[in-house]
């Protein structure tokens, strides 16, 4: 047994409850919570329990060898039938106590009695069971086997380029010796650019020594008979994310071509002149489209919040410091959009056109990323965020009016909303506050290289 005091509601109602101190009485009870270890090794004292005989049923019917009943499941999420999830009164779908997901056509559409009768016993026990094993043969799986794939969106901002391509140049060794491919694009303010390398065969005459055919992949002399050419695409639709090369075409799983591609990125964002700034939500979106069909890992790393395009976030906080002397005018600027609604949604100013463009803007980027985080869960993808600040531009609010008080620069990275859309699409929100090697810019690779695993 051991105390959990720091679990005590602070609801008044709530204490009296738990507590069983309900008739107003000084005594209250004591709040203490079993921890439990199934797997423990028990204490040498303690009394070994006795055997339980534990029902087993038989959903095979015995007139049918070969018939059999599959786990009643969410089409959704997976999760299996359960005495919390709220079943239909004709018994043939129910409410997922997980995703609130439905599914429908729990029990067969057949005629035969034997299965049907079989169906009706999995419902009744994944009903009346919270836990259930299933026996099946061989190896469970419940997709086919994909390829690992992880992608990366690097942010154009030329401060902190070099160090996303030396962690990711470190870091690609590593996960392509494991089976890994990774791929990389490159986010600035108007559009997504993926780079990739197009495989080329050359003109090379074929010959058999004593009839033998060489392989195509090589010429005479034992060098390769394909070239590769660096090719770049441009994803510029800022309203409509979507994914302009199929997935094959720009990830890697050969470590020298990789290592080719990183060291030509620097020259490539050269040559585009943006602002400051990214379509962070676009190049999300990017990500999710291109992983749709096979399903995969999709990391964004920035220094910016998206400030273009669909997914836009404005600055919540621009001259609003008095928000911050209320609870109630606070709560908002760290709630994630995605659980805001019109009513709670505070405007930037007194003027009625600002604050229903700040409401529209709002209200369009919830609903963005309430569908992206709803589209990576269906077709299991997942999205990581790495937020990268340097010591003197920290991102901490302006909590006096007074601008002589202010001594670091004020940014606004919204990262309720970023960080409640990794937690839809089970992935992770990190925000490195950077460890500098001496100059401004230059950030400890091996740092950011473990968050990125």
Same mark, same amino acid.
């Given at each position: 047994?051991?105390?959990?005091?720091?679990?005590?509601?602070?609801?008044?109602?709530?204490?009296?409850?738990?507590?069983?101190?309900?008739?107003?009485?000084?005594?209250?009870?004591?709040?203490?919570?079993?921890?439990?270890?199934?797997?423990?090794?028990?204490?040498?004292?303690?009394?070994?329990?006795?055997?339980?005989?534990?029902?087993?049923?038989?959903?095979?019917?015995?007139?049918?060898?070969?018939?059999?009943?599959?786990?009643?499941?969410?089409?959704?999420?997976?999760?299996?039938?359960?005495?919390?999830?709220?079943?239909?009164?004709?018994?043939?779908?129910?409410?997922?106590?997980?995703?609130?997901?439905?599914?429908?056509?729990?029990?067969?559409?057949?005629?035969?009695?034997?299965?049907?009768?079989?169906?009706?016993?999995?419902?009744?026990?994944?009903?009346?069971?919270?836990?259930?094993?299933?026996?099946?043969?061989?190896?469970?799986?419940?997709?086919?086997?994909?390829?690992?794939?992880?992608?990366?969106?690097?942010?154009?901002?030329?401060?902190?380029?070099?160090?996303?391509?030396?962690?990711?140049? *470190?870091?690609?060794?590593?996960?392509?010796? *494991?089976?890994?491919?990774?791929?990389?694009?490159?986010?600035?303010?108007?559009?997504?650019?993926?780079?990739?390398?197009?495989?080329?065969?050359?003109?090379?005459?074929?010959?058999?020594?004593?009839?033998?055919?060489?392989?195509?992949?090589?010429?005479?002399?034992?060098?390769?008979?394909?070239?590769?050419?660096?090719?770049?695409?441009?994803? *510029?639709?800022?309203?409509?994310?979507?994914?302009?090369?199929?997935?094959?075409?720009?990830?890697?799983?050969?470590?020298?071509?990789?290592?080719?591609?990183?060291?030509?990125?620097?020259?490539?964002?050269?040559?585009?002149?943006?602002?400051?700034?990214?379509?962070?939500?676009?190049?999300?979106?990017?990500?999710?489209?291109?992983?749709?069909?096979?399903?995969?890992?999709?990391?964004?790393?920035?220094?910016?919040?998206?400030?273009?395009?669909?997914?836009?976030?404005?600055?919540?906080?621009?001259?609003?410091?008095?928000?911050?002397?209320?609870?109630?005018?606070?709560?908002?600027?760290?709630?994630?959009?995605?659980?805001?609604?019109?009513?709670?949604?505070?405007?930037?100013?007194?003027?009625?056109?600002?604050?229903?463009?700040?409401?529209?803007?709002?209200?369009?980027?919830?609903?963005?990323?309430?569908?992206?985080?709803?589209?990576?869960?269906?077709?299991?993808?997942?999205?990581?965020?790495?937020?990268?600040?340097?010591?003197?531009?920290?991102?901490?609010?302006?909590?006096?009016?007074?601008?002589?008080?202010?001594?670091?620069?004020?940014?606004?990275?919204?990262?309720?909303?970023?960080?409640?859309?990794?937690?839809?699409?089970?992935?992770?929100?990190?925000?490195?506050?950077?460890?500098?090697?001496?100059?401004?810019?230059?950030?400890?690779?091996?740092?950011?290289?473990?968050?990125?695993?």
């Amino acid at each position: 047994m051991r105390s959990t005091f720091h679990c005590v509601p602070r609801d008044k109602k709530a204490l009296r409850k738990v507590t069983g101190n309900v008739g107003g009485s000084n005594s209250v009870g004591d709040l203490l919570g079993v921890l439990i270890t199934p797997l423990g090794v028990p204490c040498t004292d303690d009394v070994p329990p006795s055997e339980l005989n534990i029902e087993l049923i038989t959903v095979l019917s015995s007139s049918a060898q070969e018939r059999t009943i599959n786990p009643i499941r969410c089409n959704r999420c997976g999760t299996y039938l359960n005495p919390y999830c709220i079943l239909s009164p004709n018994n043939t779908s129910f409410t997922c106590n997980i995703c609130s997901s439905k599914t429908f056509n729990i029990l067969p559409t057949t005629s035969d009695a034997i299965l049907t009768t079989d169906a009706n016993i999995a419902l009744t026990y994944g009903m009346k069971c919270s836990t259930l094993e299933y026996d099946v043969g061989g190896m469970y799986d419940l997709k086919p086997r994909k390829q690992n794939v992880h992608l990366y969106a690097l942010d154009s901002n030329p401060l902190y380029l070099n160090s996303y391509l030396a962690a990711l140049s *470190s870091l690609g060794e590593e996960l392509i010796s *494991s089976g890994q491919k990774i791929g990389v694009c490159i986010v600035t303010s108007t559009q997504v650019l993926i780079p990739y390398f197009k495989k080329i065969q050359k003109r090379v005459e074929r010959y058999t020594d004593n009839n033998t055919p060489v392989p195509p992949s090589t010429t005479k002399s034992g060098q390769e008979a394909y070239t590769y050419e660096l090719s770049l695409v441009v994803m *510029s639709d800022l309203r409509e994310p979507f994914a302009p090369l199929p997935l094959e075409e720009w990830i890697f799983g050969d470590r020298k071509l990789f290592q080719d591609l990183l060291r030509s990125i620097p020259g490539l964002v050269a040559e585009c002149k943006e602002e400051e700034g990214n379509c962070g939500g676009v190049s999300l979106g990017v990500l999710m489209e291109s992983m749709k069909e096979f399903g995969g890992r999709g990391t964004l790393l920035t220094s910016h919040r998206p400030t273009f395009g669909v997914g836009a976030l404005r600055d919540r906080e621009v001259g609003q410091n008095s928000l911050y002397s209320k609870e109630k005018t606070e709560k908002p600027l760290y709630t994630p959009l995605q659980k805001l609604t019109k009513r709670n949604q505070k405007a930037s100013s007194n003027n009625d056109k600002t604050s229903n463009q700040a409401d529209m803007m709002d209200q369009n980027a919830a609903t963005y990323y309430c569908n992206l985080g709803t589209e990576c869960m269906k077709h299991r993808v997942r999205l990581d965020i790495v937020l990268t600040t340097n010591w003197k531009t920290t991102a901490d609010p302006s909590w006096s009016t007074d601008v002589s008080a202010v001594i670091k620069r004020r940014e606004f990275f919204d990262v309720a909303t970023l960080g409640e859309l990794c937690k839809a699409s089970c992935g992770k929100f990190t925000w490195l506050k950077m460890r500098t090697n001496g100059g401004v810019g230059e950030y400890d690779v091996d740092y950011l290289r473990e968050e990125l695993m």
